[in-house]
């Protein structure tokens, strides 16, 4: 991964943002399959979306 990825992460964490969200990010970024229907959250699908627009716009709402 490049240096971009991994300060965005770490901004993430330092955020206090969900897992769920992180995770959706993380592989939304790296154009991975999304999970399983049924294991899909509206945190997760955020974090994908932001993640795939390499931005984290929607990180805020879903803050543990």
């Known amino acids: 991964m490049n240096d ?3 300060k965005i992460v ?3 964490e330092e ?7 992180i995770i959706g990010w993380q592989e939304g970024y790296q154009g ?12 997760y699908e ?6 795939e627009s390499k931005t984290v716009d929607n990180a805020e709402k879903f803050k543990k």
């Open 4 to 6: 971009e990825y991994f």
């Open 10 to 12: 770490t901004k993430l």
């Open 15 to 21: 955020m206090k943002v969900s897992d769920e969200y």
């Open 32 to 43: 991975s399959p999304k999970i399983e229907e049924q294991r899909l959250t509206d945190a």
């Open 46 to 51: 955020a974090g994908y979306k932001d993640g």
